[in-house]
């Protein structure tokens, strides 16, 4: 909120909003509360004059930004505002030489942006009658946001809003867009405009006279914002986002015209791109999408069955390295694997090859400062007290580590490699003194 002078001796004078105007006096000059009868170049300033075509911020809509002029001196005019008791002010920066109480002054409004703007905050409303048209009429506003780039439309639901709704709600939108519907704004008294159904917006406090935007046939609500003459201005619609953002909350966010198109350009050029990488046209793109997807999931399975044979022949290179521990089986190897998964893979299979008795523990360097352990211990040998969270424990700490888990299955990391084959044989005396 930006702080303004005391404007009770303006009560005499009469404030015009009109959007055709581009010739006014300066009223007031504040910079913060302080009352300016001059304001210079780089001075950050509030602004009031006496009749403004800027649109005040206000239903969810950005204030109109852009420039007044005066003879000796420019404002950039940042974004315009409206005081409790409904005066307009002007939020700038003075950027070249100075302005003064009194000045005769020219405004420019930057109507590209109002226009941008405009168009989003028809779509708004366009939006919420059609999101009560395939929802539900339960569907009430509970917040929104208009600005020149995007609209965001916050509304009560109590569950996501599917893809085939989602549809629907932009095609409805689309199609009134395409009606070139010319909108009907008047001024009437808050009892005629409820008698035309019109919604109230969220936020805003409305007096005995209200605005009435009606898109007839379709939309009536009360709103001070800047809309399109015809819906057709609005040149197309289109849905970006939809999420929860509280209980029985939901959020949509939207784009029109310029951005919208250039959305859909940006999609064409994707998918013309995609079509290239994977040499074919874009109207088959899906059809070769699927072939390629079938290919990879093909070549994956296969890859998986030839590693699973090379670690099947890993395995019986492991436990041709076998020792006798006690009256036990036991396996300390150092094997090649990428990942924790692999070397579990080659502990089981190591298990295996031993008829399902014994012990295997297996380490692999994984860089230059990491190497795991994984230990596995059948049931009978647990049974004599063999413990594989011990076993790998023991190893690890060798190995500048640690770790632990069940007495049937095992697996730590340490951080020094090249103890690895020591780690392994701490891992067999560990076992040694279990079997005592």
């Known amino acids: 909120k930006v702080a303004t002078p005391d404007i009770t001796f303006l009560k005499d004078e009469e404030l015009v909003e009109d959007e055709a105007e581009t010739a006014s006096s300066v009223l007031m000059l504040g910079k913060g509360s302080e009352r300016l009868q001059t304001a210079a170049d780089g001075d950050e300033i509030t602004v009031i004059v006496r009749t403004t075509p800027f649109h005040a911020e206000g239903g969810g809509q950005l204030g109109d930004t852009g420039f007044i002029v005066g003879p000796m001196g420019k404002v950039e005019v940042h974004n315009t505002k409206r005081l409790p008791e409904g005066t307009v002010y002007h939020i700038g920066t003075v950027i070249e030489g100075s302005i003064s109480e009194g000045d005769d002054v020219t405004l420019e409004v930057d109507t590209a942006r109002r226009a941008a703007m405009a168009r989003n905050h028809t779509a708004t409303h366009l939006l ?37 709704e989602l549809d629907q709600i932009e095609a409805l939108v689309n199609e009134e867009i395409l009606k070139a519907t010319d909108l009907a704004i008047a001024e009437m008294s808050m009892e005629e405009a409820k008698a035309k159904g019109a919604m109230a917006l969220f936020g805003d406090k409305y007096g005995d006279v209200v605005r009435v935007v009606e898109v007839p046939g379709f939309s009536v609500e009360l709103c001070g914002g800047s809309h399109v003459g015809n819906t057709a201005f609005i040149s197309s619609f289109r849905l970006t986002s939809e999420a929860g953002i509280g209980s029985g909350v939901r959020r949509i966010e939207a784009i029109t015209g310029r951005a919208a198109l250039d959305a859909a350009k940006q999609d064409r050029l994707t998918i013309e791109r995609m ?3 994977l040499k074919t046209k874009a109207p088959q793109i899906e059809e070769r999408l699927h072939q390629v997807l079938a290919e990879a999931k093909e070549t994956a399975k296969e890859l998986e069955q030839i590693r699973k044979e090379v670690s099947a022949a890993g395995a019986a290179d492991i436990i041709a390295g076998k020792v006798m521990v006690g009256d036990v089986e036991f396996v300390g190897a150092a094997v090649k694997a990428s990942s924790i998964d692999e070397l579990r893979d080659l502990a089981d299979m190591g298990l295996d090859k031993l008829n399902g008795s014994g012990v295997v523990l297996v380490g692999a360097a994984m860089g230059d400062d990491k190497v795991n352990f994984v230990c596995k211990v059948s049931k009978d040998v647990v049974a004599k007290g063999a413990k594989a969270g011990n076993i790998v424990k023991a190893a690890a700490q060798v190995a500048g580590g640690n770790g ?3 007495p049937d299955m095992a697996q730590a990391g340490g951080k020094e490699p090249a103890k690895l084959m020591e780690a392994l044989k701490a891992g067999g005396e560990a076992l040694k003194s279990m079997l005592q």
Not at 135 to 156: C, I, K, M, W
Not at 157 to 163: E, I
């Open 275 to 277: 079509a290239s990488e």
């Open 404 to 406: 632990g888990g069940r």
């Open 128 to 164: 919420h009658a059609a999101l009560k048209k395939v929802l539900g009429e339960h569907v009430n506003q509970a917040g929104s946001l208009v600005t020149p780039d995007y609209l965001r439309f916050d509304f009560t639901h109590f569950s996501p809003v599917t893809q085939e």
